[in-house]
């Protein structure tokens, strides 16, 4: 039990993939049911802690790392790096997966919350589409922050970035399907008025959003 503990203890301090999580699982697992077992017959172990202290102070260390990850998601979210919220949210699916029964019932509403935030972020873009088409190519600032975070995304050749690879390809289809309907209405009009000057003005804000990489 002393070995079992000693490997939990140094291999939860790697990186949380797949294999990581699933053996920090298992050995867990395998702490608790020594507990639940003959945990009182045993003698006091790592740091002069008994083997209940140990499972406790495992389930401590896990949702302190899960917490962890869950704070630089919502950083990422905050600076829509794409990139970073791919990754980071992949490993925490998987640390879920496998340790998802050591967790609070705090961490487990704060990763809801997360997940929600990261979920209303990239739903936004259509939003932000819209205000840019009906606010004449004005509105512009946050539909450049994500477009601009999420295009790496499609340079990436990893399973985790496919989601957001579309999400960026179907964004940019769609503001550019907007765009040119918005565009073709304002040479309809002003063939129709002979009015130039709101149809400059539209065109300039459109041309200055292309130039800042829009």
Do not use: W
């Not at 997360?114 to 979920?119: D, F, L, M, P």
């Not at 190519?137 to 477009?147: A, D, K, T, V």
């Not at 040479?187 to 002979?194: A, F, I, L």
Request: with cysteine.
């Amino acid at each position: 039990l002393k070995d079992i503990d000693s490997k939990l203890f140094f291999t939860s301090c790697n990186e949380m993939d797949e294999e990581t999580c699933r053996v920090i699982a298992s050995l867990q697992k395998i702490l608790e049911e020594a507990n639940e077992e003959v945990g009182k017959y045993l003698p006091k172990m790592r740091y002069g802690h008994n083997i209940k202290e140990m499972v406790e102070g495992n389930k401590k260390k896990f949702n302190a790392k899960f917490n962890s990850m869950l704070y630089n998601m919502e950083s990422a979210i905050k600076r829509k790096e794409f990139v970073s919220l791919a990754k980071i949210n992949a490993r925490i699916n998987i640390f879920a997966k496998h340790c998802g029964p050591y967790l609070t019932v705090n961490s487990d509403r704060k990763h809801k919350s997360t997940v929600q935030s990261y979920t209303d972020l990239k739903q936004s873009i259509q939003r932000h589409i819209k205000d840019f088409v009906e606010t004449s190519f004005i509105e512009s600032n946050q539909l450049e922050r994500i477009l601009t975070g999420l295009k790496p995304t499609t340079e990436k050749n990893d399973s985790v970035f496919v989601e957001l690879s579309q999400l960026y390809a179907e964004s940019v289809n769609d503001l550019s399907e907007q765009v040119n309907e918005l565009v073709e209405k304002i040479k309809e009009s002003t063939v129709e008025t002979h009015c130039y000057d709101d149809s400059i003005v539209i065109i300039r804000n459109l041309l200055q959003c292309l130039e800042k990489g829009l």
